[in-house]
Every structure is written in C-alpha cells, then in structure tokens.
C-alpha cells in the first residue's frame, strides 16, 4: 500500500505493525499445526497388542467381525487373535463363499448350530463359548466379503489374508479340496478334532456328540498331558513339512 493513502498511520510505527501482524501469523499457523495432529492422533486407530500361541500362530495377529453402528450400517472391528479366542473351547475354521451353492445353503444351518451350542454352553459357564468360527473367505472381492459376512454372526480373517499366502496356507494345512468346509480344532492348542464338521453337524443337529473327538483323541486328551501333546504335534508338523520337501511341496 502507498503511505499517501493512509494518513493516519505514521511510518515510525510501521515496523511495530508488521512485528504484531507477524506474531498473529504465527500463533494462527501453531494452533492449526496443533489442531491437525490432535485430530490425527484421534483419527489413528488403536493398535493391537501382539499375539501369542498356537491361534496366533494358526490365524495372525488380527481376526475382524462385524459391529452394528445402525439398524442399516456395520463396520469391521478389529480384534486379537489369541484375546478374542482365548474363551472358546473348540474353534471352527470355515471356508466358504458367497458364490458357492452349497456354502449358501450351509451356512444359515451352521448359524442355527453355532448359537444353539453357545446358548447351551451359557447356561454352564457365562464366560466360555462351546465353538467360536473364524471365517476364511473364498469371495472374489470386497463387496461380496461384507455381504456375505453380514450373515454370519462369527469372526473372520481379514479379507486380504483370506486371498493371500494365510488363507492359501490354511487351505493346504488342511487340505481343503471343495467348499463348504469345516474344520473343527482344539482352542487351547490347535489340533485338528475333525476336518468333517460340514458333515457331522447336519446328521447331529442338536451337538450331542459335539465336538466329535475321535476315542483314540478323547483317550490322548486323558491321559497324555497338554505339554507333551503339543510336543508331539510339534514334532510330527516338522516331520511332515521334512517330507513334504523332498517332494517339492510347501510346507504346512
């Protein structure tokens, strides 16, 4: 601006303006430098404290499930995998996808099952669960996913881990050759009970025999201590993958 135009200010206290127009400047770009990092920080999501033991050596850090927001809107949670699994006795691992016949007409059978064996167990014990699912996802994308687990009332594995090397792994682990299928595993240590849940629950509607341990199992769980169970699985995993080697194949 020209001097001539602005009679009243005085070129002595020039210097005196531009001084206090700066500290103004300054203190407006610290407050928003500060607003935007407190609203990052609230923004970040919270962290999953690592996971140990054999469910977060089977499925990986995190399993996600569905919370509702409205009576028309959900969003994924994110949960650890050994906190969130830690109460259930049995824990079924269940590939399945939308696109799959079968899969469809299951899993509401499969609903019906997993509630009905939890409401059971509550009576008994509030603070375990008798079965607990993790999903492992065979759906061609996204949307698909959130559609088809908006059906189901469990966990799942994150949807890229389900397409990726984890959910390829599982598959092998278990040498899962069609879908639907699932496997039921102990929830304390990870060892198969039966690979023909998707069998046995439509001919045991009620879970009478849930979780259809062979005798031979319900004998080792008996006698053989936990320790030295999974010692011997431990073992025998590694004498496999040794075999599965020399022929060229992945190992489990």
């Not at 970040?44 to 089977?58: F, I, K, R, S």
């Not at 169970?229 to 993958?241: E, S």
Request: one cysteine or more.
């Amino acid at each position: 601006f020209r001097l001539d135009q602005w009679p009243q200010i005085k070129p002595t206290s020039l210097p005196i303006m531009f001084i206090n127009v700066l500290i103004a400047l300054l203190l407006c770009l610290a407050h928003t430098t500060l607003g935007q990092t407190a609203e990052a920080q609230q923004e970040e999501p919270p962290t999953v404290p690592v996971q140990t033991g054999p469910m977060a050596d089977l499925f990986g850090q995190e399993l996600h499930a569905l919370q509702l927001i409205s009576e028309t809107q959900a969003e994924l949670v994110a949960f650890g995998t050994s906190d969130v699994l830690q109460h259930a006795d049995v824990v079924g691992i269940y590939f399945s996808a939308d696109w799959c016949g079968p899969c469809r007409q299951f899993t509401p059978e499969l609903v019906t099952f997993y509630q009905k064996i939890n409401e059971k167990k509550k009576r008994k014990d509030k603070d375990r669960k008798a079965l607990e699912i993790v999903w492992v996802s065979r759906c061609k994308d996204w949307e698909s996913f959130g559609q088809y687990f908006a059906t189901m009332p469990w966990l799942a594995l994150p949807f890229e881990d389900s397409l990726g090397p984890l959910g390829e792994s599982l598959s092998n682990k278990y040498s899962v050759k069609s879908i639907p299928t699932l496997v039921l595993v102990d929830g304390k240590t990870g060892d198969v009970i039966t690979k023909e849940g998707r069998t046995k629950i439509p001919n045991d509607k009620g879970g009478v025999g849930f979780p259809w341990r062979s005798p031979v199992s319900n004998l080792a769980r008996n006698v053989v201590p936990g320790p030295i169970r999974r010692m011997i699985g431990a073992i025998k995993k590694k004498f496999i993958n040794i075999l599965r080697g020399m022929v060229g194949m992945k190992p489990i």
